[in-house]
């Protein structure tokens, strides 16, 4: 369902912030494009993003792909990076020409980031699920409020988040 206005172009967000999940989100994106091959896609991602046409958010301080710090101050150095790319994607989805978001992967920045974005009223596609069969099982609640589709990568996963009331599809 087209949710952006008929004088503008849509607004495809992105955020993929590891290898794996900029691959991913580039063959969406290449899909995307060739049905609405006058919208733009930004956001946050690697390489392969940005060969499909990604023009990336200018974020001071952050740097591609997303940290993943281990020990204790490592994480408490990377979150100033990680709100002002929160900050800049959420800025973009209030731009009137923001018509979806794509969020690959990283449900421990995508699924807060999820939650804003429809806060916002634009639609979010979750792709790669939080594996929750395998731990962490609240993280099913969190997903109610931070996708309206979840496009899941293993097949037993649709019927899974399915039983949960969440619509997952599998790629």
Not at 54 to 64: A, K, Q, S, T, Y
Not at 151 to 166: D, K, M, Q, T, W
Request: with cysteine; proline share 12%.
């Amino acid at each position: 369902r087209p949710v952006y206005s008929h004088r503008r172009a849509p607004m495809l967000l992105v955020c993929a912030g590891d290898p794996s999940g900029d691959q991913l989100a580039a063959r969406a994106v290449r899909v995307w494009r060739a049905a609405h091959p006058d919208g733009a896609v930004e956001g946050l991602g690697g390489p392969a993003l940005a060969a499909a046409g990604l023009r990336p958010l200018e974020v001071p301080g952050f740097r591609w792909p997303f940290p993943s710090p281990t020990g204790l101050l490592e994480p408490l150095r990377a979150v100033p990076a990680l709100l002002a790319s929160a900050h800049a994607f959420l800025r973009r989805a209030a731009a009137p020409e923001a018509s979806a978001a794509l969020l690959v992967d990283l449900p421990d920045v995508n699924l807060p980031l999820g939650r804003r974005v429809r806060a916002r009223g634009l639609p979010v596609v979750q792709a790669v699920a939080p594996q929750t069969w395998a731990w962490r099982p609240g993280r099913v609640a969190d997903l109610h409020g931070s996708c309206d589709v979840l496009a899941v990568v293993l097949p037993f996963e649709e019927p899974y988040f399915r039983s949960f009331g969440i619509d997952a599809r599998y790629l």
